[in-house]
């Protein structure tokens, strides 16, 4: 079973606007880095997996395909505004069909490290099948 979790985020809207929160307590890690993502519609980001960092990867606006494998099973999920979508390591993850006004945060559990990455798939394969 491909383990990930979505969590809707709060939104408190009214007539000046909207603002929406997440904090340490809603996580099932502590946050050690942010970074945020405006992808081109047509492109695709992602496509590798990590060995330890942990992520939430919360939809700010518009909308977008995850699509998941774990070197067995694969899954493909449609995200949108205010859903946060949990990922533990070792998951190769791909992001594509991004709507024009998407915008993607990232909280991560450990500070950049590009030793962390796998960015070769079949080397993901041989690591996780
Ligand atoms: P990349 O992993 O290709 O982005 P995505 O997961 O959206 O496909 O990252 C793009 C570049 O940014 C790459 O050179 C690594 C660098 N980077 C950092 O320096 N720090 C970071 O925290 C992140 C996420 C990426």
């Not at 518009?62 to 995200?79: P, Q």
Request: charged residues 35%.
């Amino acid at each position: 079973m491909l383990k990930y979790g979505i969590i809707d985020i709060e939104n408190i809207a009214d007539e000046r606007g909207e603002l929406s929160f997440i904090q340490n307590s809603n996580l099932p890690f502590e946050i050690k880095r942010v970074f945020w993502i405006k992808p081109k519609k047509d492109k695709e980001r992602g496509n590798h997996a990590n060995y330890k960092c942990k992520q939430c990867i919360i939809c700010i606006n518009g909308k977008y395909k995850m699509s998941l494998d774990d070197g067995k099973d694969k899954k493909e999920i449609i995200l949108s505004k205010n859903q946060g979508l949990i990922l533990g390591p070792s998951l190769w993850r791909t992001m594509s069909d991004f709507s024009d006004d998407c915008i993607l945060l990232v909280l991560a559990s450990e500070e950049y490290d590009e030793k962390d990455y796998i960015r070769n798939y079949k080397k993901f394969k041989e690591a996780y099948r």
